[in-house]
């Protein structure tokens, strides 16, 4: 078996995101200033969170690979709010 080491740029372009006007997940900045651990933005694997210097966290919904582990983890309650994008709308993956 032979294995092919593939770049990260490589493996991004076999991946689609269809926007949905309507993002699938929301947060709510004012829940999040009160959060110590800001564990969403190491948990991100696309590195969609960014702290802010109020405390908040700034966060980019177009290339979310709706994995829900910033869901999972978040400390906040009710910071996160999170449900797969409608129909034909979100990721999609290609074989590279």
């Not at 372009?13 to 006007?21: E, G, H, I, K, R």
């Amino acid at each position: 078996m032979i294995v092919r080491h593939i770049s990260f740029e490589d493996r991004m372009d076999t991946v689609v995101f269809d926007l949905s006007p309507t993002p699938h997940i929301t947060v709510d900045g004012d829940a999040c200033q009160g959060c110590t651990t800001k564990v969403c933005v190491s948990v991100c694997p696309a590195g969609l969170f960014v702290p802010m210097n109020d405390g908040g966290v700034l966060f980019n919904y177009e290339q979310c690979f709706e994995c829900g582990a910033c869901y999972l983890v978040c400390d906040g309650l009710g910071a996160i709010t999170w449900h797969y994008p409608t129909g034909g709308f979100g990721v999609a993956f290609r074989r590279g």
